[in-house]
């Protein structure tokens, strides 16, 4: 039985006429579903077809399209070149891009039909829109653009930040931070660093006070819950010669005259007793001091940046710190993130320390990329003072020049139950990982042997395989380096 779908053109032609329509009507609506535009002229190169795809595509008109001829269209910009003369010409498939009057852009490819004689009858041209195309490629060569200006600026911001500083920072989240700071140094008011302990609020204060004004005068650091509370008015403010028994018999400038025309960094502000918050305060208000003992105020100039690791709002609450200098002392508060919550910085901290302790203790060594990863996962309670701490010790007490996952003292930083929570979170790559394994096996066993021989005998492998792995670790990580 004869299948009428799919007839052969030959039988299409021996279909009576009403059959003939239908088929006609059908290939119509075929052409007119097409999702790409269909433009169809005689050999001739006069426009006999063109569907709705290619008006929506082109925006141009059935009605202005219609047995006009392509050399009209060409010479009068209705396109900017046409596929179908190129045919005519060529006899052969040809793809342009091609542009159309109302500003579109479309990619069209034309292919000739021949008949029996080698004659080009008509020119089908397909349409496809690619302004979207070239309107995403636009755009992404903008974001490209702004990309790279966010980084160019971000690295400008960098270097002007660390201009004058020795702080160390890559972490976005921390260099806004500095820039905060950069900011405040400018105007001479009181700054309130808040923070964990060992988070840098020192080397902050001595950021503010390097790019201010008075960047050329005494910056006095007082850590204030390391000073003996019989002993803080005096530090502070001094004394007048005969003050008390035992006290110097000529007198003692306090650190607050010591600091004058430039900035005292008040660290550990929570720890003052409440007598002494009282002093402060009216040091900050009426801008001198009176020495124990002394009887004239001494006027100063002094800028004062504050730093605590302590609620200083609960303790308000509390009547453990006073409310009046709560609110002298946080003109602006800078708040400083921990290194758990800026971890880009750790890599950057620990090449760091690093350098500085191959050169105080004359080593050479350097940390593998799967130690430098264990130290991102800790959670660094101590902070970067935590971090320079160990850094020091793993230096000193690793027997070799490259410091491994298995030499850092924190338990935790490369526990089981650490790394079973990173491959849940799938933070972990199997072939890393794998490595990793592997340098740490063939390391313990190069340091438990002494010789490749016996390392290798070991681990069940040839001597010169095992050589040719610690080479291929090494080289990895002096290239990195």
């Not at 097409?34 to 929506?56: K, M, Q």
């Not at 526990?415 to 799938?426: C, H, I, K, M």
Request: aromatic fraction near 8%.
């Amino acid at each position: 039985m004869k299948n009428n779908n799919f007839l052969g053109f030959d039988e299409f032609l021996q279909e009576d006429v009403n059959t003939l329509k239908f088929r006609i009507k059908q290939l119509y609506q075929v052409l007119e579903s097409s999702y790409d535009g269909i433009y169809i002229t005689d050999g001739n190169a006069n426009t006999i077809f063109l569907n709705r795809a290619y008006e929506e595509i082109t925006g141009m008109k059935k009605k202005e399209m219609i047995g006009k001829n392509m050399a009209y269209l060409e010479n009068d910009n209705y396109i900017s070149k046409s596929g179908t003369l190129m045919v005519l010409k060529s006899r052969k498939n040809i793809t342009i891009e091609q542009k159309f009057k109302t500003g579109k852009t479309a990619l069209v490819s034309s292919s000739p039909i021949f008949n029996d004689n080698d004659d080009i009858t008509m020119v089908v041209t397909n349409v496809r829109n690619v302004t979207e195309l070239y309107e995403l490629k636009e755009q992404l060569k903008k974001n490209r653009e702004l990309t790279e200006k966010y980084y160019s600026q971000l690295r400008a911001m960098r270097h002007q930040l660390l201009k004058f500083s020795d702080i160390i920072v890559k972490d976005e989240k921390m260099l806004n931070i500095l820039e905060m700071a950069r900011k405040v140094a400018k105007v001479d008011t009181t700054v309130l660093l808040l923070g964990e302990t060992g988070v840098g609020k020192e080397e902050v204060a001595k950021y503010i006070h390097k790019n201010s004004k008075r960047s050329k005068k005494s910056f006095i650091s007082i850590d204030c819950g390391c000073i003996p509370y019989n002993l803080m008015e005096s530090e502070l403010f001094g004394y007048e010669k005969g003050a008390f028994t035992g006290a110097n018999k000529e007198g003692k400038v306090g650190l607050f005259e010591l600091a004058n025309s430039g900035t005292i960094f008040l660290d550990e502000v929570g720890e003052l007793p409440l007598d002494m918050q009282v002093k402060l305060l009216r040091v900050l208000q009426e801008k001198e001091i009176k020495r124990i003992g002394g009887v004239d105020n001494i006027k100063i100039d002094v800028r004062v940046i504050a730093a605590t690791n302590r609620n200083l709002e609960e303790m308000v609450r509390k009547k453990n710190f006073r409310e009046d200098l709560y609110y002298r002392l946080n003109v602006v508060p800078i708040k400083i993130l921990p290194l758990r919550d800026r971890k880009d910085d750790i890599e950057p901290l620990v090449e760091h320390f690093m350098c500085v302790f191959n050169k105080k203790y004359n080593f050479n060594k350097i940390i593998t990329h799967g130690a430098i990863e264990s130290l991102k996962e800790y959670k660094w309670p101590g902070n970067v003072r935590e971090l320079k701490n160990i850094i020091e010790r793993i230096m000193i007490m690793s027997t070799g020049n490259k410091i491994l996952r298995s030499d850092l003292p924190i338990k935790e930083v490369w526990s089981n139950d650490n790394r079973n929570t990173d491959v849940e979170r799938g933070h972990l790559k199997l072939k890393e990982e794998v490595q990793n394994l592997e340098e740490l096996l063939i390391e313990n066993a190069f340091k438990r042997y002494g010789n490749v021989r016996d390392a290798a005998r070991e681990l069940g492998i040839d001597a010169s395989t095992l050589v040719r792995k610690r080479k291929r670790y090494k080289n990895k990580y002096m290239m990195k380096k």
